[in-house]
Protein backbone atom coordinates (compact mmCIF):
# COMPACT_ATOMS: atom_id res chain seq x y z
CA UNK A 1 0.00 0.00 0.00
CA UNK A 2 1.48 3.00 -0.80
CA UNK A 3 1.36 6.56 0.51
CA UNK A 4 -1.45 7.73 -1.82
CA UNK A 5 -3.56 4.11 -1.48
CA UNK A 6 -6.79 5.50 0.02
CA UNK A 7 -7.48 4.10 3.29
CA UNK A 8 -11.06 2.15 3.16
CA UNK A 9 -12.90 0.60 6.54
CA UNK A 10 -15.89 -1.66 6.94
CA UNK A 11 -18.50 0.22 7.76
CA UNK A 12 -19.82 -2.41 10.66
CA UNK A 13 -16.50 -1.33 12.39
CA UNK A 14 -16.67 1.99 12.32
CA UNK A 15 -17.13 3.32 15.79
CA UNK A 16 -20.78 5.09 16.14
CA UNK A 17 -22.22 6.81 19.33
CA UNK A 18 -25.37 5.27 20.13
CA UNK A 19 -28.60 6.98 20.54
CA UNK A 20 -29.27 7.63 24.10
CA UNK A 21 -31.61 5.63 25.79
CA UNK A 22 -34.78 6.65 25.99
CA UNK A 23 -35.37 7.94 29.58
CA UNK A 24 -38.54 6.16 31.99
CA UNK A 25 -41.25 9.19 32.97
CA UNK A 26 -41.98 8.49 36.36
CA UNK A 27 -45.04 10.48 35.70
CA UNK A 28 -48.11 7.80 35.47
CA UNK A 29 -46.63 4.94 37.27
CA UNK A 30 -48.20 3.19 40.30
CA UNK A 31 -46.04 2.93 43.24
CA UNK A 32 -45.60 -0.68 42.44
CA UNK A 33 -44.47 0.27 38.68
CA UNK A 34 -41.68 3.03 40.29
CA UNK A 35 -40.24 0.14 42.82
CA UNK A 36 -39.70 -2.34 39.66
CA UNK A 37 -38.55 0.66 37.08
CA UNK A 38 -35.98 1.34 40.19
CA UNK A 39 -34.59 -1.66 40.69
CA UNK A 40 -34.47 -2.37 37.29
CA UNK A 41 -32.23 0.68 37.16
CA UNK A 42 -29.84 -0.33 39.75
CA UNK A 43 -31.07 0.86 43.20
CA UNK A 44 -30.94 -1.75 45.68
CA UNK A 45 -33.55 -3.69 47.08
CA UNK A 46 -33.14 -3.26 50.73
CA UNK A 47 -33.65 0.97 49.66
CA UNK A 48 -36.04 0.59 47.04
CA UNK A 49 -39.04 1.12 49.60
CA UNK A 50 -37.90 3.94 51.31
CA UNK A 51 -36.50 5.58 48.14
CA UNK A 52 -40.21 4.83 46.60
CA UNK A 53 -41.60 7.30 49.30
CA UNK A 54 -39.10 9.91 49.43
CA UNK A 55 -39.70 10.75 44.94
CA UNK A 56 -43.09 9.91 45.40
CA UNK A 57 -43.85 13.34 47.64
CA UNK A 58 -41.05 15.47 45.92
CA UNK A 59 -43.71 14.70 42.57
CA UNK A 60 -46.66 14.28 43.78
CA UNK A 61 -46.42 16.05 46.94
CA UNK A 62 -44.46 18.98 46.09
CA UNK A 63 -44.50 19.23 42.20
CA UNK A 64 -41.07 18.93 42.06
CA UNK A 65 -39.83 18.52 38.37
CA UNK A 66 -36.07 17.97 39.12
CA UNK A 67 -34.23 15.13 40.53
CA UNK A 68 -31.37 17.34 41.40
CA UNK A 69 -33.44 19.68 44.12
CA UNK A 70 -34.77 16.27 45.81
CA UNK A 71 -32.25 17.39 48.81
CA UNK A 72 -33.27 14.10 50.91
CA UNK A 73 -31.29 11.91 48.30
CA UNK A 74 -27.08 11.61 47.96
CA UNK A 75 -26.26 13.89 45.09
CA UNK A 76 -24.91 10.55 43.57
CA UNK A 77 -28.25 9.10 43.51
CA UNK A 78 -30.09 12.18 42.13
CA UNK A 79 -27.55 12.28 39.47
CA UNK A 80 -27.94 8.45 39.07
CA UNK A 81 -31.98 9.44 38.31
CA UNK A 82 -31.48 11.94 36.21
CA UNK A 83 -29.15 9.90 33.66
CA UNK A 84 -32.46 7.01 33.41
CA UNK A 85 -35.83 8.67 34.41
CA UNK A 86 -37.16 12.05 33.78
CA UNK A 87 -40.70 13.84 35.45
CA UNK A 88 -42.07 15.46 32.16
CA UNK A 89 -45.70 16.26 31.63
CA UNK A 90 -48.15 17.16 28.95
CA UNK A 91 -47.72 20.74 27.69
CA UNK A 92 -50.25 23.32 27.51
CA UNK A 93 -50.67 24.79 24.15
CA UNK A 94 -53.19 27.67 25.57
CA UNK A 95 -55.29 28.66 28.18
CA UNK A 96 -58.20 30.60 27.66
CA UNK A 97 -60.21 32.00 30.43
CA UNK A 98 -63.99 32.67 30.70
CA UNK A 99 -66.13 35.36 32.39
CA UNK A 100 -66.56 33.86 34.91
CA UNK A 101 -63.26 32.39 35.95
CA UNK A 102 -63.59 29.02 34.00
CA UNK A 103 -60.43 27.96 32.71
CA UNK A 104 -59.96 25.85 29.57
CA UNK A 105 -56.32 24.34 28.42
CA UNK A 106 -55.46 22.64 25.44
CA UNK A 107 -52.94 20.32 26.29
CA UNK A 108 -50.97 18.81 23.80
CA UNK A 109 -49.90 15.28 24.63
CA UNK A 110 -47.52 11.99 22.73
CA UNK A 111 -47.69 12.21 18.57
CA UNK A 112 -48.72 15.82 18.63
CA UNK A 113 -52.85 14.92 19.36
CA UNK A 114 -54.55 17.40 21.94
CA UNK A 115 -56.99 16.97 24.67
CA UNK A 116 -59.14 19.60 27.01
CA UNK A 117 -59.08 20.24 30.38
CA UNK A 118 -61.73 22.43 32.44
CA UNK A 119 -60.83 24.48 35.82
CA UNK A 120 -64.20 25.54 37.42
CA UNK A 121 -63.89 27.29 40.23
CA UNK A 122 -66.90 27.74 42.76
CA UNK A 123 -66.93 29.14 46.21
CA UNK A 124 -66.51 26.03 48.16
CA UNK A 125 -64.73 23.92 45.79
CA UNK A 126 -62.61 23.99 42.74
CA UNK A 127 -63.03 21.01 40.30
CA UNK A 128 -60.74 20.15 37.30
CA UNK A 129 -62.85 18.09 34.50
CA UNK A 130 -60.00 15.78 33.02
CA UNK A 131 -59.94 13.72 29.64
CA UNK A 132 -59.45 9.85 29.42
CA UNK A 133 -59.00 9.63 25.55
CA UNK A 134 -58.65 11.86 22.28
CA UNK A 135 -61.54 12.31 20.60
CA UNK A 136 -64.42 9.14 21.63
CA UNK A 137 -65.91 6.01 20.23
CA UNK A 138 -69.39 6.64 21.72
CA UNK A 139 -70.79 8.98 19.37
CA UNK A 140 -73.34 10.73 21.34
CA UNK A 141 -75.47 13.55 19.52
CA UNK A 142 -75.75 15.79 22.17
CA UNK A 143 -72.34 15.72 22.60
CA UNK A 144 -69.77 18.22 21.09
CA UNK A 145 -66.82 15.76 21.27
CA UNK A 146 -68.99 12.85 20.29
CA UNK A 147 -68.62 14.09 16.34
CA UNK A 148 -64.96 14.02 16.80
CA UNK A 149 -63.40 10.32 15.98
CA UNK A 150 -61.44 8.38 18.79
CA UNK A 151 -57.69 8.65 18.32
CA UNK A 152 -56.48 6.96 21.18
CA UNK A 153 -56.52 6.16 24.74
CA UNK A 154 -54.86 8.43 27.21
CA UNK A 155 -51.51 6.92 29.39
CA UNK A 156 -51.89 6.81 33.10
CA UNK A 157 -48.96 9.45 32.86
CA UNK A 158 -51.24 11.73 31.08
CA UNK A 159 -54.22 11.63 32.63
CA UNK A 160 -52.55 12.82 36.05
CA UNK A 161 -50.71 14.92 34.33
CA UNK A 162 -53.40 16.86 33.68
CA UNK A 163 -54.56 17.41 37.59
CA UNK A 164 -50.52 18.61 38.11
CA UNK A 165 -50.48 21.21 34.99
CA UNK A 166 -53.53 22.68 36.81
CA UNK A 167 -51.98 22.46 39.66
CA UNK A 168 -48.93 24.40 38.59
CA UNK A 169 -51.25 26.83 36.90
CA UNK A 170 -52.64 27.77 39.87
CA UNK A 171 -49.77 27.80 41.71
CA UNK A 172 -50.69 25.66 44.59
CA UNK A 173 -47.87 22.83 45.16
CA UNK A 174 -47.16 23.05 49.19
CA UNK A 175 -43.61 24.25 49.77
CA UNK A 176 -41.22 21.23 50.23
CA UNK A 177 -41.88 20.02 53.51
CA UNK A 178 -45.40 21.07 54.10
CA UNK A 179 -48.13 19.38 54.17
CA UNK A 180 -50.47 19.18 51.45
CA UNK A 181 -53.44 20.91 53.78
CA UNK A 182 -51.05 23.12 55.49
CA UNK A 183 -51.58 26.13 53.10
CA UNK A 184 -55.21 26.69 54.10
CA UNK A 185 -58.37 25.79 51.30
CA UNK A 186 -57.60 24.03 48.21
CA UNK A 187 -57.98 25.90 45.16
CA UNK A 188 -57.81 22.31 43.71
CA UNK A 189 -60.48 19.90 45.70
CA UNK A 190 -62.08 18.05 43.23
CA UNK A 191 -61.69 16.01 40.12
CA UNK A 192 -64.61 14.92 37.35
CA UNK A 193 -63.72 12.19 34.79
CA UNK A 194 -66.12 13.70 32.71
CA UNK A 195 -64.09 16.12 29.72
CA UNK A 196 -63.17 14.14 25.97
CA UNK A 197 -63.95 10.44 25.96
CA UNK A 198 -65.29 7.75 27.67
CA UNK A 199 -63.20 6.65 31.12
CA UNK A 200 -64.22 2.44 31.37
CA UNK A 201 -62.99 2.02 27.85
CA UNK A 202 -59.53 3.14 28.98
CA UNK A 203 -59.78 1.59 32.67
CA UNK A 204 -56.65 0.20 33.64
CA UNK A 205 -54.83 3.87 32.75
CA UNK A 206 -57.61 5.75 34.44
CA UNK A 207 -57.59 3.30 37.65
CA UNK A 208 -53.98 4.13 37.91
CA UNK A 209 -53.80 7.69 37.78
CA UNK A 210 -56.78 8.10 40.03
CA UNK A 211 -54.83 5.53 42.76
CA UNK A 212 -51.95 8.22 42.21
CA UNK A 213 -54.78 11.02 42.68
CA UNK A 214 -55.76 9.44 45.65
CA UNK A 215 -52.22 8.41 47.37
CA UNK A 216 -52.21 10.04 50.80
CA UNK A 217 -48.51 11.12 50.54
CA UNK A 218 -48.98 12.46 47.18
CA UNK A 219 -51.75 14.78 45.45
CA UNK A 220 -54.00 13.31 48.69
CA UNK A 221 -57.75 13.71 47.33
CA UNK A 222 -59.85 11.52 48.47
CA UNK A 223 -62.01 9.10 46.96
CA UNK A 224 -65.05 11.36 47.78
CA UNK A 225 -63.51 13.88 46.16
CA UNK A 226 -63.28 12.19 42.31
CA UNK A 227 -66.37 11.34 40.31
CA UNK A 228 -65.95 9.28 37.58
CA UNK A 229 -68.22 10.07 34.70
CA UNK A 230 -69.55 6.99 32.34
CA UNK A 231 -72.32 6.39 29.72
CA UNK A 232 -72.76 2.67 30.83
CA UNK A 233 -70.07 0.83 29.84
CA UNK A 234 -71.99 -2.08 32.03
CA UNK A 235 -69.09 -4.35 32.12
CA UNK A 236 -66.66 -2.28 34.10
CA UNK A 237 -69.11 -0.62 36.53
CA UNK A 238 -68.48 -3.54 39.49
CA UNK A 239 -64.58 -3.18 38.85
CA UNK A 240 -65.02 0.48 39.27
CA UNK A 241 -66.66 0.14 42.49
CA UNK A 242 -63.89 -2.50 43.49
CA UNK A 243 -60.32 -1.16 42.03
CA UNK A 244 -61.13 2.45 42.18
CA UNK A 245 -64.04 3.47 44.57
CA UNK A 246 -64.67 6.78 43.58
CA UNK A 247 -67.60 8.51 43.28
CA UNK A 248 -70.38 6.97 39.77
CA UNK A 249 -72.06 9.69 37.73
CA UNK A 250 -73.81 7.95 35.05
CA UNK A 251 -75.04 10.05 32.08
CA UNK A 252 -78.37 8.96 31.66
CA UNK A 253 -80.24 11.19 29.56
CA UNK A 254 -83.37 9.47 28.60
CA UNK A 255 -86.38 7.37 30.18
CA UNK A 256 -86.90 5.24 26.87
CA UNK A 257 -84.74 2.73 25.18
CA UNK A 258 -86.13 4.39 22.01
CA UNK A 259 -84.69 7.81 22.77
CA UNK A 260 -81.47 6.49 24.82
CA UNK A 261 -80.77 4.69 21.56
CA UNK A 262 -80.21 8.00 19.91
CA UNK A 263 -78.72 10.03 21.99
CA UNK A 264 -76.29 7.56 23.70
CA UNK A 265 -76.19 4.92 21.60
CA UNK A 266 -74.26 2.55 23.82
CA UNK A 267 -77.74 1.69 24.78
CA UNK A 268 -78.00 -0.45 22.09
CA UNK A 269 -75.36 -2.51 23.74
CA UNK A 270 -76.41 -2.19 27.42
CA UNK A 271 -79.96 -1.06 27.72
CA UNK A 272 -81.90 0.99 30.16
CA UNK A 273 -82.71 -2.08 32.78
CA UNK A 274 -79.23 -3.88 32.24
CA UNK A 275 -77.64 -0.39 33.42
CA UNK A 276 -80.26 -0.12 36.09
CA UNK A 277 -79.31 -3.46 37.23
CA UNK A 278 -75.72 -2.82 37.82
CA UNK A 279 -75.78 0.84 39.15
CA UNK A 280 -78.27 -0.57 42.13
CA UNK A 281 -75.05 -2.87 43.38
CA UNK A 282 -72.57 -0.27 42.76
CA UNK A 283 -73.25 1.86 46.30
CA UNK A 284 -72.92 -1.51 48.37
CA UNK A 285 -69.60 -2.16 46.18
CA UNK A 286 -67.80 0.95 46.62
CA UNK A 287 -69.30 2.26 50.07
CA UNK A 288 -70.71 5.35 47.90
CA UNK A 289 -73.08 7.24 49.35
CA UNK A 290 -75.25 7.58 46.21
CA UNK A 291 -75.43 7.91 42.11
CA UNK A 292 -75.26 10.71 40.61
CA UNK A 293 -77.77 11.14 37.20
CA UNK A 294 -76.62 13.23 34.50
CA UNK A 295 -79.76 14.62 32.59
CA UNK A 296 -79.17 16.86 29.92
CA UNK A 297 -82.21 18.73 29.19
CA UNK A 298 -83.30 18.94 24.93
CA UNK A 299 -86.40 20.36 24.14
CA UNK A 300 -89.22 18.18 23.30
CA UNK A 301 -86.98 15.37 23.21
CA UNK A 302 -86.87 14.31 26.84
CA UNK A 303 -88.14 17.07 29.03
CA UNK A 304 -91.75 16.02 29.45
CA UNK A 305 -93.75 15.60 32.80
CA UNK A 306 -94.32 12.32 31.66
CA UNK A 307 -90.13 11.82 31.25
CA UNK A 308 -89.66 13.48 34.78
CA UNK A 309 -92.63 10.77 36.10
CA UNK A 310 -90.60 8.08 34.20
CA UNK A 311 -87.57 8.82 35.51
CA UNK A 312 -88.16 9.09 38.74
CA UNK A 313 -90.07 5.41 38.59
CA UNK A 314 -86.91 4.25 36.68
CA UNK A 315 -84.06 4.60 39.86
CA UNK A 316 -86.35 3.84 42.71
CA UNK A 317 -84.67 2.22 45.37
CA UNK A 318 -81.05 3.65 44.23
CA UNK A 319 -79.53 5.70 46.17
CA UNK A 320 -79.29 8.70 43.88
CA UNK A 321 -79.27 12.59 43.29
CA UNK A 322 -80.35 13.73 39.28
CA UNK A 323 -77.90 17.01 37.91
CA UNK A 324 -80.46 18.69 35.31
CA UNK A 325 -78.11 20.40 32.51
CA UNK A 326 -79.25 22.69 30.41
CA UNK A 327 -78.05 21.58 26.91
CA UNK A 328 -75.20 23.75 25.74
CA UNK A 329 -75.42 24.45 22.06
CA UNK A 330 -72.58 23.90 20.06
CA UNK A 331 -72.10 24.80 16.17
CA UNK A 332 -74.04 22.35 14.06
CA UNK A 333 -75.72 20.73 16.71
CA UNK A 334 -79.18 19.53 16.50
CA UNK A 335 -80.53 20.12 19.81
CA UNK A 336 -81.97 23.09 21.51
CA UNK A 337 -81.81 23.81 25.81
CA UNK A 338 -85.31 23.15 27.22
CA UNK A 339 -87.05 26.45 27.96
CA UNK A 340 -86.16 27.32 31.85
CA UNK A 341 -90.16 26.99 32.62
CA UNK A 342 -89.75 23.67 31.22
CA UNK A 343 -86.23 23.11 33.32
CA UNK A 344 -87.75 23.99 36.73
CA UNK A 345 -90.96 21.78 36.70
CA UNK A 346 -89.27 19.02 35.48
CA UNK A 347 -86.73 19.49 38.97
CA UNK A 348 -90.08 20.31 40.93
CA UNK A 349 -91.57 16.36 40.21
CA UNK A 350 -88.36 14.76 40.80
CA UNK A 351 -87.89 17.19 44.21
CA UNK A 352 -91.38 16.11 45.60
CA UNK A 353 -90.47 12.49 44.76
CA UNK A 354 -87.65 12.56 47.24
CA UNK A 355 -84.64 13.16 45.35
CA UNK A 356 -82.13 15.97 44.74
CA UNK A 357 -82.16 17.87 41.71
CA UNK A 358 -80.17 20.99 41.22
CA UNK A 359 -80.09 22.98 37.75
CA UNK A 360 -76.67 22.83 36.79
CA UNK A 361 -75.53 26.68 35.46
CA UNK A 362 -74.07 26.15 32.66
CA UNK A 363 -70.19 27.18 32.89
CA UNK A 364 -67.77 28.26 30.60
CA UNK A 365 -69.78 28.59 27.11
CA UNK A 366 -68.14 31.94 26.00
CA UNK A 367 -65.09 30.04 25.96
CA UNK A 368 -66.84 26.35 24.87
CA UNK A 369 -65.56 24.90 28.17
CA UNK A 370 -69.31 23.37 29.05
CA UNK A 371 -70.40 20.38 29.42
CA UNK A 372 -70.78 18.76 26.56
CA UNK A 373 -68.91 21.25 24.04
CA UNK A 374 -65.16 20.19 24.40
CA UNK A 375 -63.48 19.29 21.09
CA UNK A 376 -59.72 19.79 20.70
CA UNK A 377 -59.01 21.72 17.85
CA UNK A 378 -56.56 19.71 16.05
CA UNK A 379 -58.52 16.66 15.75
CA UNK A 380 -61.92 18.17 14.81
CA UNK A 381 -63.92 16.93 12.11
CA UNK A 382 -65.82 19.33 10.30
CA UNK A 383 -69.49 18.05 9.91
CA UNK A 384 -72.70 19.90 8.90
CA UNK A 385 -75.52 19.80 10.98
CA UNK A 386 -77.55 17.74 8.51
CA UNK A 387 -74.87 14.91 8.91
CA UNK A 388 -75.01 15.14 12.83
CA UNK A 389 -78.57 14.77 12.51
CA UNK A 390 -78.46 11.60 10.41
CA UNK A 391 -76.03 9.77 12.65
CA UNK A 392 -77.99 10.59 15.58
CA UNK A 393 -81.08 9.33 13.36
CA UNK A 394 -83.46 12.13 13.62
Known sequence: MTADT??????????????????VNIVGLTRDGLRDALLAAGTPEKQVKMRVGQIWQWVYQWGVRDFHAMTNLSKAYRAELDDKFEIALPEIVS???????????????????????????????????ISSQVGCTLTCSFCHTGTQKLVRNLTAGEII????????DLDEWPEPGTGTGENGPRLLSNIVLMGMGEPLYNFDNVRDAMKIAMDGEGIALSRRRITLSTSGVVPEIAKTAEEIGCLLAVSFHATTDEVRDKLVPINKRFNITTLLDALREYPRLSNSERITFEYVMLKDVNDSDADARRLVKLIQGIPAKINLIPFNE????????????????????????????????PRGEDIM?????????????????????AEAGL
Open 6 to 23: PITQDVLTIPRKLPDAKK
Open 161 to 168: GQVMLARD
Open 369 to 389: AACGQLKSATERERKSRAQIE
Open 95 to 129: KQLSADGTRKYLVKIAGGHEVEVVYIPETDRGTLC
Open 330 to 361: WPGSPYQRSDWSRIEAFADIIYKAGYASPIRT
